[in-house]
């Protein structure tokens, strides 16, 4: 089956081209297996630590669910319930589960403290999502669009909102794999500096730049993924009604999927805040693979726990 090429699942910068795809055959083979009824135990024994600094439904129940069909088990250490740079500093927590587990997935709010997290431990550590990038949401999203599409090369991806983790993600892996990617919003609220510099080290060696545009109608035009995610999230509460001007006319609506290409899907890493970034009627509605996602984070965090922890 194969390992990858690096330790931690970080960033998608972590991730060669050859990881990528072995991540996504791997989750392929493994959902197969799981829809003709097998659960091969290939991490058997296994012990997985979640560490979560905020609440999560989707990065908790896919990670757990996923290493315990593995036959492997997690431990959810809640918010608040260890000493994370509290009364233990990071680097001693890090060494101290290196010591009982096999591997650790980290939410946290903070993405140094994830880098100074790995940087401590002897075992793998999988981002679980930081102020700044969620790789694992990005890969499951892409690869979703690889189950509908099959060549990547010949769609639209555009993304309407902010740089959230998730667009991050999503610039990164794009980037690496030389995709057709259209970031469309306010300027000001464009990805910034450190998120750039990874894109333009891949463009580089892909030679296929992403779009950056304030325009709708050019982010728009013969799309096949419209992808959007939410406005503000936590920390940037009291920015609400300030985003919420600057974002409104961004919303995707009927409105806006009706000027996408024809087979246009649209995609959502969820939660979503219905009514503010998408409506009801595109969310629900027929063109909608925001529940193809949310199953996909399972399968593929299965292929990169096998890869990292085998």
Not at 176 to 186: I, Y
Not at 220 to 226: L, P, Q, T
Not at 227 to 243: H, M, N, P, S
Request: hydrophobic content about 40%; charged content about 25%.
């Amino acid at each position: 089956m194969g390992r990858l090429s690096k330790r931690d699942l970080l960033t998608c910068q972590d991730l060669s081209h050859r990881d990528i795809w072995l991540i996504f055959e791997t989750a392929k083979n493994l959902k197969n297996s799981y829809y003709r009824g097998e659960r091969p135990k290939l991490l058997k024994g296994k012990n997985l630590a979640m560490i979560f600094e905020e609440p999560s439904t989707r990065t908790r129940v896919s990670f757990e669910v996923a290493i315990n069909q593995l036959g492997g088990n997690a431990l959810y250490l809640r918010p608040g319930e260890i000493h994370l740079g509290t009364r233990e500093t990071v680097g001693d927590t890090a060494k101290t589960l290196s010591r009982y587990v096999d591997a650790i997935m980290a939410r946290l709010f903070k993405h140094e403290t994830l880098v100074e997290l790995a940087e401590n431990a002897t075992v793998p550590v999988i981002n679980g999502l930081t102020d700044w990038l969620h790789p694992v949401q990005a890969l499951s999203d892409v690869y979703t669009m690889w189950e509908h599409f099959e060549d990547l090369k010949k769609i639209k991806i555009s993304f309407f909102g902010d740089a959230t983790n998730v667009a991050n993600s999503l610039l990164i892996l794009t980037s690496k794999l030389g995709l057709n990617f259209t970031f469309c919003g306010p300027k000001k609220y464009w990805p910034k500096e450190r998120t750039m510099e990874l894109v333009e080290k891949n463009v580089k060696e892909t030679g296929v730049a992403p779009t950056f545009t304030e325009s709708i109608d050019e982010a728009i035009r013969e799309a096949n993924v419209v992808y959007t995610d939410l406005w503000w999230w936590v920390g940037q509460e009291q920015e609400a009604e300030e985003r919420i001007k600057a974002f409104t006319s961004y919303q995707v609506n009927s409105e806006l999927m009706r000027k996408a290409a024809k087979n246009a899907v649209f995609m959502h890493c969820l939660p979503a805040s219905r009514g503010m970034e998408v409506t009801n009627e595109v969310i629900d509605g027929p063109q909608s693979i925001v529940w193809d996602q949310a199953e996909n984070r399972l399968h593929v965090e299965k292929a990169i726990l096998v890869l990292l922890m085998t």
